[in-house]
Every structure is written in C-alpha cells, then in structure tokens.
C-alpha cells in the first residue's frame, strides 16, 4: 500500500504528541526518498514532529520559515509553516495546526526546495 494525501507518517500518536501527516502523495513520496538517504535524520525529524514541533528556541536547522512562506493554508486552516533542515540539502516542510495537533508535511526531499530561491 502506498501513502498519499492525508495519511499518516506513522503510528498514530500518544497522548500529548502530535500527529504527523502528508498533505499529499508528493510528500509523502519525498518523505519515502529522504528516508532511504537519511534514515537516522529523517526519523529524528519524525520525532520533533511528534513533541516538539514549534521549539521554545528556533536553531538554524529548526525554524519557523519567513516571508510569504511563512504562512500556509490547509483544510481553510491558516497555519504556521517550519522547516526541518534533515541533510546539507534535504529538508522537511510542515504546517503546524494547532487546532488538529497535527503537523502537515508540504513537502519532504533530500534536494534543496526550490521555493526558496524567489526570495
């Protein structure tokens, strides 16, 4: 079975963690290439998805991304956006509704996005 829009990146969450999700079958195909690269990184990423996915203090390869990426819409849900810096060039997207306690992959790859070369 493969994963696509709306399925989860993994088991369902415990009490007090967040859920992690796809928000379509790019991302969750992107995820599935970044984890064959980078598997111990991709499942640390998972992982600060699940407790900590807006951290008290932003480091360079965990922060809230800027400008009009700042921002994205889900399910007519305005959410921040982060990134997840996994490798040198692999990153990992999410919007952070906190309304579902669910974290949004948008996009997940082991090349740098292309989005942020407009800025």
């Known amino acids: 079975m493969t994963t696509g829009r709306g399925d ?10 967040w859920e992690v999700r796809f928000t379509d079958a790019a991302s969750a195909k992107g995820w599935e290439n970044l ?9 640390r990423a998972w992982v600060i998805m699940r407790t900590e996915p807006r951290p008290a203090m932003e480091t360079s390869r965990h922060h809230r991304l800027k400008g009009s990426l700042a921002h994205g819409t889900h399910r007519g849900q305005t959410c921040e956006q982060w990134q997840i810096e996994v490798t040198s060039g692999g990153r990992i997207w999410y919007l952070l509704d906190a ?6 992959i948008t996009f997940a790859g082991a090349g740098h996005p292309r989005a942020t070369d407009r800025r």
């Not at 989860?8 to 963690?17: F, L, N």
């Open 35 to 43: 984890a064959q690269q980078a598997r111990e990184n991709t499942y």
């Open 8 to 17: 989860r990146a993994a088991p369902p969450a415990p009490d007090g963690h």
């Open 99 to 104: 309304a579902r306690a669910t974290c949004w």
